[in-house]
């Protein structure tokens, strides 16, 4: 019973995570538009998404598990990454390379554990 309450736990945790990245993803498109910036701008707001995203979802996990809050968040950011990946493969898109994964998955479990941490 309890590996079920995890799951869902996980799963609470990552749609909360995803509307933030839907909220975050729609400022930052205003913004770009507004400011046409350029593709290297893209990336590093998207990388930042990411991170925030990942960190405020650790952040969320450590305040309600609060034991092994650094776990917590390690596991927050990787699903938010894996769930990311699969979504994309299961639209069709062509993932541009095992490098962009490894910085996404980087970066996610980086501000999971963070995020983690600080809760």
């Given at each position: 019973m309890k590996k079920t309450g995890d799951i869902l736990f996980v799963l609470k945790v990552l749609v909360f995570t995803y509307v933030i990245s839907f909220l975050l993803l729609l400022i930052f498109a205003a913004i770009v538009f507004k400011m046409e910036c350029g593709d290297n701008v893209i990336s590093w707001g998207i990388a930042v998404i990411y991170f925030l995203s990942a960190f405020f979802g650790g952040m969320i996990a450590g305040k309600m598990?609060?034991?092994?809050r650094l776990i917590w968040g390690l596991i927050i950011g990787?699903?938010?990454?894996?769930?990311?990946?699969?979504?994309?493969?299961?639209?069709?898109?062509?993932?541009?390379?095992?490098?962009?994964?490894?910085?996404?998955?980087?970066?996610?479990i980086i501000g999971g554990i963070l995020g983690g941490m600080f809760s």
């Open positions: 598990k609060k034991s092994r990787t699903a938010y990454v894996a769930v990311l990946v699969i979504v994309s493969l299961i639209m069709g898109n062509v993932v541009d390379g095992q490098t962009n994964i490894a910085i996404a998955l980087g970066i996610s």
